[in-house]
């Protein structure tokens, strides 16, 4: 059964350049399904709501979680109706011991933590803070120590993608137990919809991002990135591996009765004339609007169809199938 997020607050004390959470807003509510948007006063009801509506996992987002008042009984409450995941979405600067403690016995699973850079100061131009890198590092290990399940967030930007390849050594040296590092790519929304400049050109990310891949792989560190606000999916070149296609082949099967945002996420992208020629191009949703219209659409590369994707994923094979030449509409 699908995972469903809840958003509790907008309340942060961090404030990253690229932070999407205001897009959320309530009024953005279009009803009672459109949990992504912040939950308000009434969260029981509202949890007993998606625990009725099927939803086993829960992932419990911001904002920051931890500056909500009630965050420790909505997670307590959380277990009492049965999720079997219960995740917190945090920046990690408040998971002090006592806080990691407190949320494991009510019942916290996993969390997916952010950590926007190993650098301090970048990581404090990127999250416009002073000094909280250290308390977010200490965050992460006091949720290693206590035994749960730790995802760590990485979006990318203008501000760390030169540094990709050390940022995976440093999570392997520094970060050692965490279960996997998920990528993003900065979404055009919120702060980052007002500021072009955040966006790295694909074809300068490429090489740091072909290298990250294969240090993490070096390494043995799992990494995925998220196929909805990832890179695209011609730019995992050698590590499509990592994809979960899932999301875009069957997202009712992620995301229930709830696909608003992944449909409005996907109605924000377009593809290029070339992808027509690309092996994922049944399943492809393209990359950003607002920055191929900024950079035209010469970065996106058709991936070529050869045995290993095929055995990959024989899903996209059967879409070719349906299609009958193997080219045509797209997702
Ligand atoms: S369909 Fe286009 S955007 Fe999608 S993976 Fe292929 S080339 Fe890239």
């Not at 290993?308 to 996209?316: D, E, G």
């Amino acid at each position: 059964m699908p995972a469903q997020t809840v958003r509790v607050t907008l309340r942060c004390n961090h404030g990253c350049v690229f932070c999407f959470a205001e897009w959320c807003l309530p009024q953005r509510r279009r009803d009672v399904h459109d949990y992504t948007n912040v939950i308000g006063d009434d969260w029981r009801s509202e949890l007993d709501e998606v625990r009725a509506a099927g939803y086993d996992e829960l992932s419990i987002s911001g904002g920051e979680p931890l500056l909500h008042p009630e965050l420790v009984p909505m997670v307590r409450h959380a277990k009492a109706l049965g999720f079997s995941r219960i995740e917190v979405q945090t920046n990690a600067s408040l998971m002090t011991t006592r806080n990691v403690a407190r949320l494991r016995a009510a019942g916290m699973t996993a969390s997916m933590a952010s950590l926007p850079s190993h650098v301090p100061r970048a990581f404090d131009a990127i999250t416009r803070t002073k000094g909280h890198f250290q308390a977010s590092v200490d965050g992460i290990r006091n949720l290693l120590r206590a035994r749960v399940e730790v995802i760590l967030c990485h979006v990318i930007c203008a501000g760390n993608y030169r540094l990709l390849p050390d940022y995976v050594r440093f999570a392997d040296e520094t970060l050692h137990g965490i279960n996997e590092i998920l990528f993003f790519y900065v979404q055009p929304e919120g702060r980052a919809a007002r500021n072009p400049r955040l966006f790295p050109r694909l074809t300068s990310l490429r090489p740091r991002w072909l290298s990250a891949m294969s240090e993490a792989d070096r390494l043995g560190l799992y990494f995925r990135t998220d196929t909805q606000t990832g890179l695209p999916l011609c730019y995992m070149t050698g590590h499509e591996d990592r994809l979960k296609l899932i999301d875009l082949l069957d997202p009712r099967a992620v995301f229930g009765t709830d696909v608003s945002s992944f449909e409005y996420m996907q109605g924000n992208k377009r593809k290029a004339p070339a992808c027509g020629t690309c092996f994922f191009d049944p399943v492809c949703f393209g990359f950003w609007k607002t920055y191929l219209e900024a950079h035209g659409d010469g970065e996106l590369r058709p991936v070529p169809e050869d045995a290993r994707l095929r055995a990959l994923f024989p899903a996209v094979v059967e879409r070719h199938a349906r299609r009958g030449t193997g080219h045509g509409e797209g997702a």
